[in-house]
Each structure stands twice: as C-alpha cells, then as structure tokens.
C-alpha cells in the first residue's frame, strides 16, 4: 500500500509540474511576442525621429531645432552672392520728376559776396523717392440737372457706371485690399489696419470680404481659360497639400506650368477630387507627380515621377539603413540630371538611343543589385484583432455577424518597398531621361503650393467654401500674372472694373 501511495503521490507531483511548465511556456510565448511588437514599435519612432527634410517628405518648417540639412547638389566653386555679369538692381534718376527743389548760392564762400543775382554755372542733381503727405485723394462726382427752355423737361446727367453709392473705395484701393489678403495672404484686420496705418483709408473686413468675393466672381471665366489651357499643355505638375475650411479637412490641388497656375479646392484628395476640379479629366501629355497612387488611376496621360523625392527616400535609407545600393542609386540619378542638363545647355532636344540604352542598363543593374543585397525578414504574424460588434442604429436596427478576420498583415521593410517602386515605374521615373520637355523633379508645383500653407500657418484655417474658392482662383490668376511678369495692382484694379486683364495661355 505505501508503494502505491507513492506512485499517487509522485503521478500529482508530476501532473502539477507539467501544468506550471505549461504555463511558464505559455508566458515565455506571450513575452516573446510582446518583445517583438515593441521592437518593431521602437524600429518605427526611431525611423520617424530619423527623418527630416533632407531624408523625408517632411517640410523643412517641420525642423525646430535641428542643423540645416546637407545639399545633394555639387559645388560650381562659385563665390557667394551675384555672379560677374549679373544687371543688378540699381536706383536710376529719371528724366521728369514730380518735384524739383533748388538750392540756391546765397553769399562766397571766401569773400561774402552777395551772389543772388548771379546766375548758376552747373547744376548737380540728385533724387530722393518719397511719398506724398495725403495719399488719399477724395473725387467728387456731381451730375448736373438742366432744364431745356424750349420744351422744359429736366435732364440730369449721369454718373459713370462704376460710381453707384454715395460715398465708395475706387477700385485701385479696393485692389490694394485685395492684393493684401491674397497675395500677401495678411489676416483681414491686419490689412485692414495696414491701410489704416499706411493710406488713413478706414475699410471694415466686411467690405474687404465682399471686395474679394466681387474679383472672384469676375475672375470665373479667367480660370476657366487657364484651365483649358493646362489641360491642353504637353507637361503639367500636379500636388496637393491638406488644409482647414472651418472645422472640417479639406484640400487644395495646383496644377501648374512655368507660366500658368490653377488652384482647386475639394474635400477630397483622390479620384473623387480630380472629378469635381475637372482639369485632369482630359489631360494626354505628362503629369509630373510625387507618386502618390491615386495618380496613377488617371490611364489618359503619361506619369513622371519627382526624383528629389526619390532622392530622399535613397538618403534615408543610406544614412539610417546603411543600404549601400541606395547609395549608388542616388548616384546615378544625379548624374542623369547633370547629363540632360548638359545636353539641354548645349542645344540638343533628345539624348541618342545608345546613351539612353546604357544609362537604363546601369539603372536595372542597380535594381538587381539591390534586391541581391536586401535580405526580407519579415515579422513573424501578429495575432487577428478581434472584430468589433456592429454598432446598432435605431430601435429596429438588427446585429449583423462580425466579418471573419482575414490573414495578418507581414511587414515590409522601406528598401524593398522602395525598390518595387523603382522597378515597377521606371519609365515614370526615367521620363525626364527619354523627353527633355519634362523636368528632373516637381519643385514647380512644390513653388506654386508654398504659399497656401503660408497663409494656413497665418490663419489657421479659411472660414467658409466660399472664401477658399475665391483664394483659390485669386491666387491662381495672381500666380499667372507673376510668373508672365504683368502689374499686379492694375491688373486687379481692371478685374474690380469688370475688365479682367487675361493672361497669355500658353502652357510652357
């Protein structure tokens, strides 16, 4: 019996140690996969501390308190500053000035002779720019009332069509308004303030805001020509950036050439977006883009990627990943641009066929080289989520069953992302190489959309649709004018007259 209590014993002793073994395995696992979610966790916020605008997307205004960011671009050995040659920007007297003040010689200067009376042998002139005491001149308009003699009715004359109140801004000041909020994207009471301060013009944001909303309305068939015109262009840039109409996300689009600009707002970013501006509907030539996918549902047109953003990415993944194919990818992208550079400076259109064939052999090799060098580990599967019960609307609303979870997630690592990305849009990337009407990168539609998120840094937000419609329009057309190098201020003051100044409509 005591042999047999034994063996009892000892069969519960065991049973005991292999549920707590059981246990400590189960907790080991759980430990284990609690390791790996926060290194991949730790390896994600270390790429995001990593990245900056040198390496990244990100802007360079994202920078608070790092170094400025190396150049990727080669040093010409040339000094600082203007270059031998450069016409400068110096003052130059004019021929007829407003004002001429002269000093008189009164007395010698040795003998104290009276000289008043002698008269001047030369004359040495020199010219100061300044502003008049009143800068506001008030004109009144009065219509006269006669009466004829002969038959004696009383015909009054009339005023001219753009007078219509009895005290009103001309629209040169209401063109100052205008170029204040939108050009110079200044708040409507600091503008307000400014003409105050600056004219002694007291204008109230309601008027200022109605001001607005008249040039938009007067710019309408403007946009639609300049629309037109980019559709039909050979090479349009195409971004977009987030913005805020009030409390709700929204978008603004530019598509642009080197001499027209069109800004589109919607609160949309993707295909839904490029429906409602309409401007890509119908595009054939190149679009010069960031990547980004939505870009790629448009089958119509042709696609050039943005190498400077290539170029970044490569930077980052040979500085933080030390991936040295990147490297030499860079590499050989900045020397394609130094080469059509070089080829555009010396007159030629197109680069010959075996140069081309050469530089896409070196470019595939790299390609290879870099999936030969990247070793994919990819992260063992998380565990599904654990779907969520449906939220039941109203009284009568029945519970659907939760959808089955699909397979986990593995992921992926930025080279080989980067890398499929290469691969699968090299003719995008290497268009600039094939037509030298497209360019090396995107930085014109990068240019055009700076100033957006300028005057959503100064205001925070726009407050309705309808005055981000108007910026958009006004800003586009203000765009045109200084890219093509017209006045500004006459050309609004023309728009408030109703006789908007139309700008050249060719894209290129």
Excluded at 343 to 369: F, I, P
Excluded at 386 to 408: D, F, I, L, Q
């Amino acid at each position: 019996m005591k042999q047999e209590e034994q063996i009892q014993r000892l069969l519960e002793e065991n049973a005991d140690l292999r549920k707590q073994v059981s246990e400590l395995l189960q907790e080991v696992s759980q430990l284990r996969q609690q390791v790996l979610d926060l290194s991949e966790q730790v390896e994600h916020l270390r790429d995001q501390l990593a990245k900056d605008s040198h390496n990244s997307h990100q802007p360079p205004s994202s920078q608070r308190f790092r170094r400025q960011p190396k150049s990727l671009r080669k040093k010409r050995g040339k000094k600082a500053g203007g270059q031998p040659g450069h016409p400068g920007n110096t003052l130059m007297q004019v021929a007829t000035p407003d004002t001429v003040i002269v000093h008189e010689v009164q007395t010698c200067v040795q003998c104290k002779l009276d000289l008043s009376q002698v008269p001047s042998l030369q004359v040495q002139r020199r010219q100061v720019l300044d502003l008049p005491i009143k800068r506001v001149v008030v004109l009144e308009h009065q219509a006269e009332a006669k009466c004829c003699p002969a038959c004696h009715p009383l015909t009054q004359a009339s005023f001219p069509e753009e007078i219509k109140a009895r005290v009103q801004y001309s629209c040169a000041l209401g063109a100052i308004g205008v170029y204040l909020v939108q050009q110079q994207v200044l708040p409507y009471e600091r503008a307000c303030e400014l003409m105050l301060d600056l004219l002694g013009v007291s204008m109230s944001t309601g008027e200022l805001a109605g001001l607005v909303q008249r040039t938009a309305s007067a710019l309408l068939p403007v946009e639609a020509a300049i629309c037109e015109a980019l559709a039909k262009g050979e090479v349009l840039h195409q971004d977009e950036t987030g913005c805020w109409v009030n409390t709700k996300h929204a978008y603004v689009h530019v598509s642009c050439s080197q001499t027209l600009t069109h800004y589109g707002g919607s609160s949309h970013r993707g295909k839904k977006a490029f429906s409602e501006i309409g401007l890509l509907k119908d595009f054939a030539g190149t679009l010069i883009h960031d990547g980004w996918r939505s870009y790629f549902l448009l089958d119509k047109c042709k696609h050039g990627l943005c190498n400077v953003h290539l170029l970044r990415d490569l930077t980052f993944l040979l500085e933080e990943k030390n991936q040295r194919w990147a490297a030499l990818m860079r590499d050989l992208l900045l020397d394609l641009g130094q080469a059509v550079r070089s080829l555009k400076d010396a007159g030629q259109t197109q680069m010959r066929e075996e140069e081309v064939a050469d530089w896409r052999r070196r470019y595939r090799d790299l390609l290879k080289q870099g999936l030969k060098e990247h070793q994919e580990k990819p992260l063992p599967a998380k565990p599904p989520p654990k779907p969520r019960e449906p939220v039941r609307r109203g009284r009568n609303s029945a519970k659907k069953a939760p959808a089955p979870p699909g397979p986990a997630k593995v992921a992926r690592s930025p080279s080989l992302n980067l890398l499929e990305r290469l691969s699968k849009y090299e003719d995008a990337v290497l268009a600039f190489l094939t037509d030298f009407r497209v360019p090396f990168s995107n930085n014109q539609a990068e240019r055009d959309l700076r100033m957006v998120k300028v005057q959503q840094k100064i205001s925070g937000c726009f407050r309705s649709w309808a005055g981000m419609q108007a910026f958009c329009r006004i800003r586009g057309y203000l765009s045109c004018l200084r890219k093509q190098g017209l006045p500004i201020l006459s050309a609004l003051e023309q728009t408030l007259l109703g006789h908007p100044l139309l700008p050249a409509l060719s894209p290129s």
